[in-house]
Protein backbone atom coordinates (compact mmCIF):
# COMPACT_ATOMS: atom_id res chain seq x y z
CA UNK A 1 0.00 0.00 0.00
CA UNK A 2 1.52 3.27 -0.71
CA UNK A 3 0.36 6.48 -1.12
CA UNK A 4 -3.29 7.93 -2.31
CA UNK A 5 -3.68 10.63 -4.44
CA UNK A 6 -2.11 14.09 -3.83
CA UNK A 7 -4.12 16.51 -1.42
CA UNK A 8 -4.45 19.77 -0.97
CA UNK A 9 -1.96 21.75 0.76
CA UNK A 10 -0.11 19.66 3.95
CA UNK A 11 0.59 22.70 5.94
CA UNK A 12 4.47 21.75 5.35
CA UNK A 13 7.11 22.76 3.56
CA UNK A 14 8.07 19.42 1.69
CA UNK A 15 9.14 19.81 -1.53
CA UNK A 16 6.72 19.60 -4.59
CA UNK A 17 7.28 17.90 -7.97
CA UNK A 18 9.69 20.48 -9.15
CA UNK A 19 11.22 20.41 -6.33
CA UNK A 20 11.75 24.02 -3.73
CA UNK A 21 13.07 26.44 -4.73
CA UNK A 22 17.03 26.32 -4.33
CA UNK A 23 19.24 29.29 -3.69
CA UNK A 24 21.98 30.73 -2.27
CA UNK A 25 23.73 26.89 -2.78
CA UNK A 26 26.87 29.16 -2.69
CA UNK A 27 26.81 30.44 0.56
CA UNK A 28 24.88 27.26 1.96
CA UNK A 29 27.48 24.73 1.52
CA UNK A 30 26.41 23.35 -2.04
CA UNK A 31 29.26 20.27 -1.90
CA UNK A 32 27.04 18.11 -4.20
CA UNK A 33 26.50 18.36 -8.16
CA UNK A 34 23.21 19.60 -9.75
CA UNK A 35 22.19 19.25 -13.07
CA UNK A 36 19.83 20.97 -14.73
CA UNK A 37 17.77 18.57 -18.12
CA UNK A 38 20.19 20.07 -20.97
CA UNK A 39 22.60 18.20 -18.88
CA UNK A 40 20.28 15.26 -18.40
CA UNK A 41 19.78 14.90 -21.94
CA UNK A 42 23.52 14.70 -22.98
CA UNK A 43 24.55 12.08 -20.92
CA UNK A 44 21.49 9.77 -21.85
CA UNK A 45 18.37 8.91 -23.34
CA UNK A 46 15.53 9.09 -21.23
CA UNK A 47 13.47 5.69 -21.28
CA UNK A 48 9.95 6.00 -19.23
CA UNK A 49 10.26 7.82 -16.23
CA UNK A 50 14.02 7.35 -16.37
CA UNK A 51 17.13 7.56 -18.59
CA UNK A 52 18.86 4.47 -19.79
CA UNK A 53 22.69 4.44 -19.86
CA UNK A 54 25.55 1.86 -20.99
CA UNK A 55 26.58 -0.17 -17.75
CA UNK A 56 26.54 0.34 -13.90
CA UNK A 57 29.01 3.27 -13.95
CA UNK A 58 26.49 5.46 -15.03
CA UNK A 59 27.02 9.33 -14.02
CA UNK A 60 23.78 10.70 -11.77
CA UNK A 61 22.40 12.50 -14.66
CA UNK A 62 22.28 9.41 -16.81
CA UNK A 63 20.28 7.31 -13.89
CA UNK A 64 17.49 10.51 -14.05
CA UNK A 65 19.03 11.95 -10.17
CA UNK A 66 19.75 15.66 -10.05
CA UNK A 67 22.19 14.98 -7.60
CA UNK A 68 25.81 13.27 -8.04
CA UNK A 69 27.68 11.33 -7.55
CA UNK A 70 24.75 8.46 -7.60
CA UNK A 71 25.04 4.59 -8.09
CA UNK A 72 22.86 2.08 -7.73
CA UNK A 73 23.30 -1.07 -6.02
CA UNK A 74 20.34 -3.48 -7.74
CA UNK A 75 19.35 -6.98 -5.90
CA UNK A 76 17.75 -9.83 -6.91
CA UNK A 77 15.16 -11.95 -4.42
CA UNK A 78 18.01 -13.92 -3.09
CA UNK A 79 20.12 -11.10 -2.10
CA UNK A 80 22.46 -11.53 -5.62
CA UNK A 81 24.00 -8.00 -6.39
CA UNK A 82 25.75 -7.39 -9.71
CA UNK A 83 29.54 -7.49 -8.58
CA UNK A 84 30.03 -4.04 -11.38
CA UNK A 85 27.92 -2.26 -9.53
CA UNK A 86 29.16 -2.90 -6.26
CA UNK A 87 32.53 -1.74 -7.54
CA UNK A 88 31.37 1.35 -8.74
CA UNK A 89 30.09 2.25 -5.05
CA UNK A 90 33.25 1.28 -3.45
CA UNK A 91 35.02 3.67 -5.90
CA UNK A 92 32.83 6.67 -5.29
CA UNK A 93 34.64 9.65 -4.16
CA UNK A 94 33.23 11.11 -1.03
CA UNK A 95 33.31 11.73 2.79
CA UNK A 96 29.71 10.66 3.38
CA UNK A 97 27.55 7.90 1.61
CA UNK A 98 23.86 7.92 1.78
CA UNK A 99 22.16 4.69 1.26
CA UNK A 100 18.79 4.48 0.29
CA UNK A 101 16.31 1.74 -0.01
CA UNK A 102 12.77 2.36 -1.41
CA UNK A 103 9.52 0.51 -0.37
CA UNK A 104 6.89 -1.54 -1.40
CA UNK A 105 5.15 -0.11 -4.32
CA UNK A 106 8.01 0.68 -6.69
CA UNK A 107 8.84 -0.30 -9.76
CA UNK A 108 12.62 0.74 -10.83
CA UNK A 109 11.43 4.31 -12.46
CA UNK A 110 9.44 5.05 -9.25
CA UNK A 111 12.43 4.20 -7.06
CA UNK A 112 14.62 6.87 -9.25
CA UNK A 113 12.17 9.37 -9.19
CA UNK A 114 12.11 8.85 -5.15
CA UNK A 115 15.43 9.34 -4.88
CA UNK A 116 15.87 11.90 -7.00
CA UNK A 117 13.14 14.06 -5.30
CA UNK A 118 14.27 12.90 -1.68
CA UNK A 119 18.00 13.77 -2.37
CA UNK A 120 17.40 16.86 -4.05
CA UNK A 121 17.91 19.17 -0.74
CA UNK A 122 20.62 17.44 0.52
CA UNK A 123 23.64 19.78 -1.34
CA UNK A 124 22.53 22.85 0.15
CA UNK A 125 21.77 21.28 3.90
CA UNK A 126 25.28 19.81 4.78
CA UNK A 127 28.82 21.28 5.68
CA UNK A 128 31.15 22.70 3.56
CA UNK A 129 33.79 19.78 4.49
CA UNK A 130 30.82 17.20 3.44
CA UNK A 131 31.63 15.79 0.33
CA UNK A 132 27.96 13.42 -0.47
CA UNK A 133 27.97 10.10 -2.45
CA UNK A 134 24.09 8.95 -3.28
CA UNK A 135 23.22 5.21 -3.57
CA UNK A 136 19.97 4.03 -4.39
CA UNK A 137 19.18 0.55 -3.22
CA UNK A 138 16.77 -1.29 -5.90
CA UNK A 139 15.22 -4.50 -4.95
CA UNK A 140 12.29 -6.32 -6.44
CA UNK A 141 9.27 -4.86 -5.16
CA UNK A 142 5.97 -4.35 -6.89
CA UNK A 143 4.24 -1.25 -7.81
CA UNK A 144 0.08 -1.54 -8.01
CA UNK A 145 -0.06 1.65 -10.61
CA UNK A 146 -3.92 2.79 -9.55
CA UNK A 147 -1.90 4.03 -6.47
CA UNK A 148 -0.85 7.06 -6.98
CA UNK A 149 1.98 8.66 -5.18
CA UNK A 150 1.34 12.55 -3.46
CA UNK A 151 3.50 14.50 -5.93
CA UNK A 152 4.68 11.85 -8.10
CA UNK A 153 0.93 11.78 -10.69
CA UNK A 154 -1.08 14.80 -11.69
CA UNK A 155 -4.82 15.45 -9.35
CA UNK A 156 -7.29 13.68 -11.10
CA UNK A 157 -5.23 11.22 -12.85
CA UNK A 158 -5.85 7.78 -11.65
CA UNK A 159 -9.20 7.00 -9.65
CA UNK A 160 -9.28 6.17 -6.15
CA UNK A 161 -8.46 2.49 -5.58
CA UNK A 162 -11.53 2.11 -3.69
CA UNK A 163 -13.51 2.95 -6.15
CA UNK A 164 -12.42 -0.15 -9.12
CA UNK A 165 -11.15 -3.41 -8.66
CA UNK A 166 -9.95 -3.89 -12.29
CA UNK A 167 -6.37 -4.70 -12.48
CA UNK A 168 -4.70 -1.89 -15.42
CA UNK A 169 -2.07 -3.08 -17.26
CA UNK A 170 0.96 -2.03 -16.04
CA UNK A 171 0.04 -3.57 -12.67
CA UNK A 172 -0.76 -6.74 -14.45
CA UNK A 173 2.35 -6.85 -15.97
CA UNK A 174 4.11 -5.80 -12.66
CA UNK A 175 2.78 -9.15 -10.87
CA UNK A 176 3.88 -11.21 -13.74
CA UNK A 177 7.11 -9.83 -12.96
CA UNK A 178 7.06 -10.46 -8.83
CA UNK A 179 5.48 -13.98 -9.49
CA UNK A 180 6.99 -15.56 -12.82
CA UNK A 181 5.49 -19.02 -14.42
CA UNK A 182 2.30 -18.00 -11.97
CA UNK A 183 0.12 -16.13 -15.67
CA UNK A 184 -2.53 -18.99 -15.57
CA UNK A 185 -3.42 -17.99 -12.24
CA UNK A 186 -2.84 -14.43 -12.54
CA UNK A 187 -5.04 -14.06 -15.74
CA UNK A 188 -7.78 -15.60 -13.42
CA UNK A 189 -7.56 -13.32 -10.98
CA UNK A 190 -7.66 -10.50 -12.80
CA UNK A 191 -10.50 -12.06 -14.63
CA UNK A 192 -12.65 -12.34 -11.34
CA UNK A 193 -11.69 -8.57 -10.40
CA UNK A 194 -13.34 -6.95 -14.01
CA UNK A 195 -15.74 -9.77 -13.73
CA UNK A 196 -16.76 -8.99 -10.18
CA UNK A 197 -19.32 -12.33 -9.42
CA UNK A 198 -22.09 -11.54 -7.46
CA UNK A 199 -20.76 -15.81 -6.28
CA UNK A 200 -19.91 -16.74 -3.49
CA UNK A 201 -17.51 -19.63 -5.30
CA UNK A 202 -16.09 -17.27 -7.34
CA UNK A 203 -14.90 -15.31 -4.17
CA UNK A 204 -13.85 -18.82 -2.95
CA UNK A 205 -12.10 -19.88 -5.88
CA UNK A 206 -10.59 -16.05 -5.61
CA UNK A 207 -8.46 -17.34 -2.22
CA UNK A 208 -7.42 -20.43 -3.34
CA UNK A 209 -5.54 -18.38 -6.32
CA UNK A 210 -3.83 -16.05 -4.01
CA UNK A 211 -3.06 -18.46 -1.75
CA UNK A 212 -1.03 -20.49 -4.88
CA UNK A 213 0.76 -17.78 -6.14
CA UNK A 214 2.17 -17.41 -2.60
CA UNK A 215 2.40 -21.06 -2.43
CA UNK A 216 0.49 -21.23 0.79
CA UNK A 217 -2.11 -23.61 0.12
CA UNK A 218 -1.09 -25.35 3.32
CA UNK A 219 -1.26 -22.51 6.04
CA UNK A 220 0.60 -23.27 9.12
CA UNK A 221 0.65 -21.16 12.42
CA UNK A 222 -1.06 -17.75 12.02
CA UNK A 223 1.92 -15.15 11.48
CA UNK A 224 1.92 -11.15 11.88
CA UNK A 225 2.59 -9.56 8.94
CA UNK A 226 4.89 -7.18 10.47
CA UNK A 227 6.76 -9.12 13.22
CA UNK A 228 9.43 -11.66 13.00
CA UNK A 229 9.78 -14.24 10.08
CA UNK A 230 9.64 -18.15 11.51
CA UNK A 231 11.75 -20.18 10.05
CA UNK A 232 10.54 -22.58 7.18
CA UNK A 233 8.80 -26.11 8.42
CA UNK A 234 11.41 -28.21 7.06
CA UNK A 235 11.00 -30.93 4.79
CA UNK A 236 9.94 -34.37 5.27
CA UNK A 237 7.99 -32.55 8.75
CA UNK A 238 4.21 -32.95 8.92
CA UNK A 239 2.83 -31.84 5.94
CA UNK A 240 5.53 -32.89 3.36
CA UNK A 241 7.42 -29.84 1.46
CA UNK A 242 9.53 -27.29 3.04
CA UNK A 243 7.69 -24.11 3.30
CA UNK A 244 7.13 -20.86 5.55
CA UNK A 245 4.10 -20.47 7.85
CA UNK A 246 2.10 -17.29 6.17
CA UNK A 247 -0.67 -14.97 8.24
CA UNK A 248 -3.92 -16.18 8.83
CA UNK A 249 -5.51 -14.05 6.53
CA UNK A 250 -4.83 -16.32 3.69
CA UNK A 251 -6.91 -19.42 5.38
CA UNK A 252 -9.78 -17.30 7.09
CA UNK A 253 -12.66 -17.92 5.49
CA UNK A 254 -12.47 -15.84 1.97
CA UNK A 255 -16.25 -14.23 1.96
CA UNK A 256 -15.24 -12.71 5.86
CA UNK A 257 -11.93 -11.67 5.05
CA UNK A 258 -12.72 -9.81 1.97
CA UNK A 259 -15.76 -8.28 3.86
CA UNK A 260 -13.48 -7.11 6.14
CA UNK A 261 -11.18 -5.86 4.27
CA UNK A 262 -13.97 -3.83 2.00
CA UNK A 263 -15.90 -2.27 5.16
CA UNK A 264 -12.10 -1.08 6.06
CA UNK A 265 -11.87 0.50 2.45
CA UNK A 266 -15.55 1.95 2.76
CA UNK A 267 -14.46 3.47 6.19
CA UNK A 268 -11.43 4.91 5.05
CA UNK A 269 -12.94 6.61 2.18
CA UNK A 270 -15.22 8.26 4.65
CA UNK A 271 -13.16 9.68 6.82
CA UNK A 272 -10.58 10.88 4.01
CA UNK A 273 -8.07 7.98 4.29
CA UNK A 274 -5.19 9.78 5.63
CA UNK A 275 -6.02 13.13 3.19
CA UNK A 276 -5.26 15.23 6.04
CA UNK A 277 -8.47 13.58 7.82
CA UNK A 278 -8.58 12.67 11.49
CA UNK A 279 -6.32 9.78 12.19
CA UNK A 280 -8.17 8.27 15.35
CA UNK A 281 -11.51 8.55 13.78
CA UNK A 282 -14.04 6.06 15.48
CA UNK A 283 -15.07 3.08 13.39
CA UNK A 284 -18.35 3.33 11.97
CA UNK A 285 -21.05 1.44 14.32
CA UNK A 286 -21.91 -2.42 13.54
CA UNK A 287 -24.04 -2.36 10.37
CA UNK A 288 -23.55 1.39 9.73
CA UNK A 289 -21.52 0.91 6.83
CA UNK A 290 -23.14 0.13 3.02
CA UNK A 291 -21.83 -3.03 3.08
CA UNK A 292 -23.54 -4.36 5.97
CA UNK A 293 -26.92 -2.79 4.65
CA UNK A 294 -26.61 -5.81 1.75
CA UNK A 295 -24.50 -4.96 -0.86
CA UNK A 296 -24.20 -7.83 -2.48
CA UNK A 297 -21.33 -10.42 -2.56
CA UNK A 298 -20.39 -7.85 -5.80
CA UNK A 299 -18.84 -5.77 -2.78
CA UNK A 300 -17.12 -7.97 -1.43
CA UNK A 301 -15.04 -7.51 -4.51
CA UNK A 302 -12.79 -4.08 -3.35
CA UNK A 303 -11.85 -6.31 -0.47
CA UNK A 304 -10.55 -9.60 -2.79
CA UNK A 305 -8.19 -6.69 -4.77
CA UNK A 306 -7.29 -5.76 -0.73
CA UNK A 307 -6.19 -9.16 -0.28
CA UNK A 308 -4.22 -9.47 -3.54
CA UNK A 309 -1.90 -6.25 -2.35
CA UNK A 310 -1.49 -8.19 1.05
CA UNK A 311 -0.52 -11.32 -0.49
CA UNK A 312 2.34 -9.07 -2.54
CA UNK A 313 3.23 -7.30 1.15
CA UNK A 314 3.73 -10.91 2.26
CA UNK A 315 6.14 -11.83 -0.49
CA UNK A 316 7.66 -8.34 -0.05
CA UNK A 317 8.62 -8.69 3.58
CA UNK A 318 10.00 -12.00 3.05
CA UNK A 319 12.52 -10.43 0.55
CA UNK A 320 13.57 -7.27 2.52
CA UNK A 321 14.70 -9.43 5.31
CA UNK A 322 16.65 -11.41 2.59
CA UNK A 323 17.73 -8.16 0.76
CA UNK A 324 18.53 -6.83 3.51
CA UNK A 325 20.92 -9.31 5.56
CA UNK A 326 22.09 -11.49 2.65
CA UNK A 327 22.75 -8.05 0.02
CA UNK A 328 23.37 -4.84 1.66
CA UNK A 329 24.64 -6.34 4.72
CA UNK A 330 27.97 -7.81 3.01
CA UNK A 331 28.01 -4.87 0.83
CA UNK A 332 28.30 -2.79 3.82
CA UNK A 333 30.38 -4.78 5.97
CA UNK A 334 32.98 -5.24 2.50
CA UNK A 335 32.41 -1.29 2.10
CA UNK A 336 33.88 -0.60 5.23
CA UNK A 337 36.70 -2.41 4.80
CA UNK A 338 37.78 -1.28 1.56
CA UNK A 339 36.88 2.41 2.48
CA UNK A 340 37.27 2.49 6.25
CA UNK A 341 37.39 6.63 6.63
CA UNK A 342 34.10 6.63 4.75
CA UNK A 343 31.04 7.93 6.79
CA UNK A 344 27.15 5.39 5.18
CA UNK A 345 24.13 6.73 6.24
CA UNK A 346 20.79 3.92 5.92
CA UNK A 347 17.90 5.66 5.00
CA UNK A 348 14.76 3.30 4.52
CA UNK A 349 11.38 3.95 3.34
CA UNK A 350 8.52 1.00 4.62
CA UNK A 351 10.31 -2.31 3.41
CA UNK A 352 12.65 -0.32 2.26
CA UNK A 353 13.29 0.14 6.19
CA UNK A 354 13.22 -3.41 6.59
CA UNK A 355 16.24 -3.95 4.28
CA UNK A 356 18.61 -1.12 5.91
CA UNK A 357 17.45 -2.49 9.30
CA UNK A 358 18.34 -6.39 8.59
CA UNK A 359 21.51 -5.19 6.84
CA UNK A 360 23.00 -4.79 10.82
CA UNK A 361 22.22 -8.07 11.25
CA UNK A 362 25.03 -9.01 8.49
CA UNK A 363 27.74 -6.30 10.07
CA UNK A 364 30.62 -7.66 12.93
CA UNK A 365 30.38 -6.59 16.38
CA UNK A 366 33.07 -3.88 17.07
CA UNK A 367 33.53 -3.12 13.09
CA UNK A 368 33.31 0.36 10.97
CA UNK A 369 29.23 0.81 11.61
CA UNK A 370 27.05 2.67 9.81
CA UNK A 371 26.57 6.40 11.14
CA UNK A 372 22.96 6.69 11.32
CA UNK A 373 20.17 4.79 10.50
CA UNK A 374 16.31 6.67 9.66
CA UNK A 375 13.74 4.59 9.37
CA UNK A 376 11.03 6.57 6.90
CA UNK A 377 7.35 4.72 7.88
CA UNK A 378 9.03 1.98 8.55
CA UNK A 379 6.83 -1.36 8.07
CA UNK A 380 7.84 -3.89 10.55
CA UNK A 381 7.05 -4.13 14.43
CA UNK A 382 7.54 -1.34 16.54
CA UNK A 383 9.05 -3.53 19.08
CA UNK A 384 12.07 -5.02 16.54
CA UNK A 385 14.79 -3.48 18.66
CA UNK A 386 13.27 -4.61 22.20
CA UNK A 387 15.02 -6.41 24.40
CA UNK A 388 11.75 -8.34 25.67
CA UNK A 389 8.95 -8.10 24.02
CA UNK A 390 5.37 -6.94 26.28
CA UNK A 391 3.21 -9.78 25.55
CA UNK A 392 6.06 -12.60 26.08
CA UNK A 393 8.94 -11.48 28.22
CA UNK A 394 11.12 -14.49 26.93
CA UNK A 395 12.07 -13.20 23.85
CA UNK A 396 12.81 -10.31 21.93
CA UNK A 397 12.67 -7.94 19.02
CA UNK A 398 13.76 -9.47 15.48
CA UNK A 399 16.45 -6.61 15.70
CA UNK A 400 17.32 -6.66 19.24
CA UNK A 401 20.21 -4.64 20.22
CA UNK A 402 21.71 -3.99 17.10
CA UNK A 403 20.67 -0.63 17.27
CA UNK A 404 24.35 -0.82 18.57
CA UNK A 405 25.77 -1.48 15.33
CA UNK A 406 24.71 2.00 14.47
CA UNK A 407 27.72 4.69 15.31
CA UNK A 408 25.03 6.87 15.89
CA UNK A 409 21.13 7.22 16.13
CA UNK A 410 18.41 4.71 14.71
CA UNK A 411 15.35 7.41 14.09
CA UNK A 412 12.09 5.93 13.34
CA UNK A 413 9.93 8.12 11.66
CA UNK A 414 6.15 7.66 12.06
CA UNK A 415 2.37 9.06 11.34
CA UNK A 416 -0.60 8.72 12.73
CA UNK A 417 -1.89 9.58 9.05
CA UNK A 418 -0.38 6.32 7.26
CA UNK A 419 -3.54 4.40 7.56
CA UNK A 420 -1.48 1.26 5.80
CA UNK A 421 0.41 0.85 9.17
CA UNK A 422 -2.02 2.10 11.19
CA UNK A 423 -5.07 0.12 9.72
CA UNK A 424 -4.05 -2.78 7.57
CA UNK A 425 -1.95 -4.78 9.38
CA UNK A 426 -3.66 -4.59 12.64
CA UNK A 427 -6.64 -5.63 10.48
CA UNK A 428 -4.69 -8.39 9.23
CA UNK A 429 -3.43 -9.84 12.52
CA UNK A 430 -7.75 -9.15 14.12
CA UNK A 431 -8.23 -12.06 11.58
CA UNK A 432 -6.04 -14.30 13.32
CA UNK A 433 -8.20 -13.37 16.66
CA UNK A 434 -4.90 -11.04 17.86
CA UNK A 435 -6.74 -7.63 17.59
CA UNK A 436 -9.31 -5.96 19.48
CA UNK A 437 -11.52 -4.15 16.64
CA UNK A 438 -12.23 -3.76 12.65
CA UNK A 439 -9.99 -0.13 12.59
CA UNK A 440 -8.66 -0.84 16.07
CA UNK A 441 -5.04 -0.60 16.46
CA UNK A 442 -3.65 -3.28 19.22
CA UNK A 443 -0.32 -2.71 20.10
CA UNK A 444 0.98 -5.97 20.16
CA UNK A 445 0.91 -5.66 16.18
CA UNK A 446 1.81 -2.43 15.73
CA UNK A 447 4.15 -0.66 13.16
CA UNK A 448 7.38 1.15 14.05
CA UNK A 449 6.30 3.81 10.89
CA UNK A 450 2.81 4.32 12.78
CA UNK A 451 3.75 5.08 16.52
CA UNK A 452 7.56 4.70 16.67
CA UNK A 453 9.60 2.86 18.82
CA UNK A 454 8.19 0.84 21.51
CA UNK A 455 9.32 -1.49 24.89
CA UNK A 456 12.96 -0.24 24.98
CA UNK A 457 13.29 2.20 27.83
CA UNK A 458 15.61 5.24 27.64
CA UNK A 459 14.13 5.77 23.87
CA UNK A 460 13.60 9.25 23.68
CA UNK A 461 9.93 10.54 21.92
CA UNK A 462 10.23 13.50 20.05
CA UNK A 463 8.08 15.64 17.51
CA UNK A 464 9.54 16.56 14.57
CA UNK A 465 9.75 20.33 15.33
CA UNK A 466 11.43 19.55 18.37
CA UNK A 467 14.52 16.84 16.76
CA UNK A 468 15.10 19.66 13.91
CA UNK A 469 15.42 22.58 16.73
CA UNK A 470 17.29 20.69 19.50
CA UNK A 471 18.86 17.70 17.89
CA UNK A 472 18.73 14.57 17.94
CA UNK A 473 20.81 11.61 20.47
CA UNK A 474 24.34 10.92 19.27
CA UNK A 475 23.19 7.14 20.14
CA UNK A 476 20.40 4.54 20.03
CA UNK A 477 16.83 4.88 19.34
CA UNK A 478 14.77 7.69 19.03
CA UNK A 479 11.04 8.13 17.75
CA UNK A 480 9.89 11.14 15.68
CA UNK A 481 6.47 11.76 15.15
CA UNK A 482 6.60 12.91 11.46
CA UNK A 483 2.60 13.40 11.13
CA UNK A 484 3.18 17.18 10.84
CA UNK A 485 4.45 16.81 7.27
CA UNK A 486 3.68 13.15 6.29
CA UNK A 487 -0.21 13.56 6.24
CA UNK A 488 -0.82 13.25 2.43
CA UNK A 489 -2.62 10.60 0.45
CA UNK A 490 -6.20 8.69 -0.12
CA UNK A 491 -7.23 5.33 0.67
CA UNK A 492 -6.01 2.33 1.09
CA UNK A 493 -2.85 4.00 2.25
CA UNK A 494 -3.22 7.35 3.56
CA UNK A 495 0.18 9.15 3.72
CA UNK A 496 2.55 6.54 3.63
CA UNK A 497 4.57 7.74 0.89
CA UNK A 498 4.62 11.16 1.40
CA UNK A 499 7.78 11.18 2.53
CA UNK A 500 9.50 13.94 0.39
CA UNK A 501 10.00 16.39 2.46
CA UNK A 502 13.00 18.79 3.34
CA UNK A 503 11.91 18.49 6.80
CA UNK A 504 12.94 14.67 6.50
CA UNK A 505 15.98 15.61 4.81
CA UNK A 506 17.13 18.10 7.44
CA UNK A 507 16.12 14.83 10.24
CA UNK A 508 18.76 12.79 8.02
CA UNK A 509 21.21 15.37 8.42
CA UNK A 510 20.82 16.27 12.36
CA UNK A 511 21.22 12.19 13.00
CA UNK A 512 24.47 11.82 10.30
CA UNK A 513 26.36 15.10 12.11
CA UNK A 514 26.58 15.97 8.74
CA UNK A 515 25.25 20.25 8.93
CA UNK A 516 26.98 22.72 9.40
Same mark, same amino acid.
Given at each position: ? /????? $????? *?TGTGAGGASRTGAGNRGFTGTRTGSRARAATGRRSGFGVTAAGPAATATAAGIGVGPYRELTFDAQGDVDP????????????????????? =?????? /?? @?????????????? *????????? $??VWPSIRFSDEPIPDFEAPGALPLPGFGTVLDPDTRRA??????????????????LEDRPDSA???VEFGALVREVLRADRVGTPVNLLGPMPAPTP %?????? %?? @??????IFAEDVLAVCRSLAEALERLEQVGGGRDAAPDAA??? +??? +??? %? #?? *?? #????? =?????? #? @????????????????? #?????VLSDLAGRRPALRVHLI????GARVVSFALRSLPDGGRNPKSLTLLQGAFSHYAFSDRLPHDPRRGGALRGLQRRVDGPV? /???????????????????? /????????????????????????????????????????LPERGCVSVDAGSVVRRGGPPSGAHSDICHEELARLVVSAGRMGR
Open positions: M /AGGRP $GGSDG *GAARETVARIEATDLLVFAHGW =NSDRST /AT @RLYDRFFAPFPELV *GTGVRLGYV $GVLARFWPGREAELGRIAELAAL %AGAAGG %AA @RHDVPAPAP +SGA +SGL %A #LG *GG #LRSLW =NGAKEL #L @RQATYYEMKKRAGVVGE #LGLGPGHSFV /ACHSAHDSSLGVFYPLASRM /AGDSAGLLGFDERWGAIGHDGVRALPGAPRLDLAAALRDG
